[in-house]
C-alpha cells in the first residue's frame, strides 16, 4: 500500500533528477545561419528543411513523452497492487525501465544537442557536415537512452523514436511501411 502512494513521489524525485543533470550539461549557442546562409545554395535549404523537420520530430518525441510519463502515473496503482500480489509479476520491472527511460528523454536528448552545438558550431563545418549531424541527431539520442537504459537490463518496451516516426510520417502522408 505505501508503494501505491510513493509512486507519484518517485517520478516525481526522477524528474527532478534528470532536470538536475540538465543543469550540468553547459549552455551552448549556435548561430544556425552561418551554416543556412545564402552562399550555399540548395544544399543550405536543404539543411534548413532537415533542421525544421528534426524539430518537428523532436516535438513529437516529447508529447509521446509526456503521454507515456502521465500513463505511468495512472497505472501505478495497478502495477503495485499486482506486484504485491505475486512477487514474480514482470510488469513492476517494466514499468520502472519505462519510467526511468522517459525521465531519461531531456537529458539525453540534451546532451546530444550540445555535442553537436560543439561540433556545428566548429570552423570547418558546411552545409553537408550540418546535413550529415542533423540527420544524425535523434539516432544518436536515442541510442544515448537506450544504452542508458540498458543500465536497468532493458526493462522498457515501447520506442519513442519509433512512435514519433509514424507520427511524423502520418503528418506528411506517407503511411508506408
Keep these: 500500500m505505501l508503494a501505491i502512494v510513493l509512486g507519484p513521489y518517485i517520478v516525481r524525485l ?3 533528477l534528470f532536470n538536475w543533470l540538465i543543469t550540468l550539461v553547459p549552455v551552448k549557442d549556435i548561430n544556425l545561419n552561418l551554416v543556412f546562409d545564402g552562399d550555399t545554395g540548395l544544399l ?22 509526456k503521454l507515456m510519463i502521465t500513463f505511468m502515473l495512472l497505472i501505478t496503482p495497478v502495477v ?18 519505462e519510467l526511468v527511460s522517459n525521465c531519461a528523454t531531456q537529458f539525453c536528448y540534451a546532451l546530444v544537442f550540445f555535442i553537436a552545438t ?17 540527420s ?3 539516432k544518436l539520442a536515442d541510442f544515448f537512452k ?22 511524423a510520417k502520418s503528418a506528411r502522408g506517407f503511411n508506408r511501411k
Design 80 to 97: 503495485f497492487g499486482l506486484w504485491a500480489i505475486s512477487d514474480k509479476f514482470r510488469s513492476l520491472s517494466l514499468w520502472i525501465g
Design 136 to 138: 544524425m541527431m535523434l
Design 14 to 16: 526522477l524528474l527532478l
Design 146 to 167: 537506450e544504452s542508458f537504459q540498458n543500465l536497468f537490463d532493458k526493462w522498457s518496451g515501447i520506442n519513442e523514436l519509433q512512435v514519433s516516426d509514424a507520427m
Design 44 to 65: 543550405g535549404a536543404l539543411a534548413n528543411i532537415i533542421y525544421q523537420w528534426t524539430l518537428f520530430k523532436i516535438y513529437l518525441v516529447f508529447v509521446v513523452r
Design 118 to 134: 560543439v561540433v556545428l558550431s566548429g570552423a570547418q563545418t558546411n552545409a553537408f557536415f550540418t546535413l550529415l549531424w542533423l
